[in-house]
Protein backbone atom coordinates (compact mmCIF):
# COMPACT_ATOMS: atom_id res chain seq x y z
CA UNK A 1 0.00 0.00 0.00
CA UNK A 2 2.71 2.23 0.93
CA UNK A 3 4.66 1.48 -2.06
CA UNK A 4 1.67 2.37 -4.87
CA UNK A 5 1.24 5.55 -2.22
CA UNK A 6 -2.56 4.79 -1.20
CA UNK A 7 -0.88 5.49 2.43
CA UNK A 8 0.54 8.28 3.26
CA UNK A 9 2.15 9.59 5.82
CA UNK A 10 3.60 13.22 4.29
CA UNK A 11 1.50 15.99 6.32
CA UNK A 12 3.41 18.74 5.29
CA UNK A 13 0.41 20.36 3.20
CA UNK A 14 -2.11 19.89 5.78
CA UNK A 15 -3.15 22.87 8.13
CA UNK A 16 -3.52 20.85 11.16
CA UNK A 17 -3.79 23.67 13.09
CA UNK A 18 -6.64 24.69 11.05
CA UNK A 19 -8.45 22.15 11.47
CA UNK A 20 -8.07 21.71 14.87
CA UNK A 21 -9.60 24.69 15.33
CA UNK A 22 -13.06 23.80 13.69
CA UNK A 23 -13.12 20.73 15.04
CA UNK A 24 -12.86 22.50 18.64
CA UNK A 25 -15.72 24.88 17.10
CA UNK A 26 -18.08 21.51 16.69
CA UNK A 27 -16.95 19.90 19.78
CA UNK A 28 -17.10 22.57 22.38
CA UNK A 29 -21.13 23.17 21.90
CA UNK A 30 -21.45 19.18 21.58
CA UNK A 31 -19.70 18.65 24.63
CA UNK A 32 -20.87 20.83 26.85
CA UNK A 33 -24.63 20.13 26.09
CA UNK A 34 -23.82 16.46 27.04
CA UNK A 35 -21.83 17.50 30.03
CA UNK A 36 -25.14 19.36 31.62
CA UNK A 37 -27.61 17.01 32.61
CA UNK A 38 -24.73 15.21 35.19
CA UNK A 39 -23.36 18.50 36.14
CA UNK A 40 -27.02 19.88 36.81
CA UNK A 41 -27.72 16.60 39.20
CA UNK A 42 -24.78 17.07 41.17
CA UNK A 43 -25.57 20.87 42.05
CA UNK A 44 -29.01 19.33 43.04
CA UNK A 45 -28.11 16.75 45.28
CA UNK A 46 -25.64 19.20 46.68
CA UNK A 47 -28.87 21.65 47.34
CA UNK A 48 -30.55 18.60 48.43
CA UNK A 49 -27.66 17.28 51.02
CA UNK A 50 -27.87 20.14 53.11
CA UNK A 51 -31.57 18.98 54.24
CA UNK A 52 -29.95 15.51 55.59
CA UNK A 53 -29.24 11.88 54.24
CA UNK A 54 -33.13 11.03 54.10
CA UNK A 55 -34.29 13.93 51.39
CA UNK A 56 -31.24 12.90 49.28
CA UNK A 57 -32.69 9.60 49.55
CA UNK A 58 -36.38 10.53 48.73
CA UNK A 59 -34.81 13.11 46.10
CA UNK A 60 -33.10 10.15 44.33
CA UNK A 61 -36.03 7.59 44.72
CA UNK A 62 -38.46 10.38 43.08
CA UNK A 63 -36.14 11.19 40.03
CA UNK A 64 -36.24 7.49 39.25
CA UNK A 65 -39.90 7.02 39.60
CA UNK A 66 -39.92 10.32 37.01
CA UNK A 67 -37.58 8.58 34.79
CA UNK A 68 -39.66 5.36 34.60
CA UNK A 69 -42.61 7.29 33.87
CA UNK A 70 -41.74 8.84 31.32
CA UNK A 71 -40.08 6.13 29.80
CA UNK A 72 -43.61 4.18 30.05
CA UNK A 73 -45.53 7.18 28.86
CA UNK A 74 -43.40 7.35 25.45
CA UNK A 75 -43.99 3.30 24.98
CA UNK A 76 -47.36 4.20 25.38
CA UNK A 77 -47.42 6.94 23.53
CA UNK A 78 -46.19 4.54 20.10
CA UNK A 79 -49.43 2.40 20.36
CA UNK A 80 -52.66 3.26 18.05
CA UNK A 81 -55.51 1.89 19.83
CA UNK A 82 -56.92 0.94 16.35
CA UNK A 83 -54.09 -0.44 14.34
CA UNK A 84 -51.38 -1.27 17.06
CA UNK A 85 -47.84 0.20 16.96
CA UNK A 86 -47.59 3.50 14.39
CA UNK A 87 -44.22 4.70 15.46
CA UNK A 88 -42.13 1.92 16.29
CA UNK A 89 -40.72 1.22 12.73
CA UNK A 90 -41.25 2.72 9.54
Avoid at 34 to 42: C, D, K, Y
Avoid at 55 to 63: F, I, M, P, R
Wanted: charged residues 10%.
Amino acid sequence: MIKRQWLSFDWRGLAVYKAVKELIHIMAPAMLSQLLPPVSAILATKLVAGFGAATVAAWALGSRLEFFSLVGSAGINNVDATNGWTNAWP
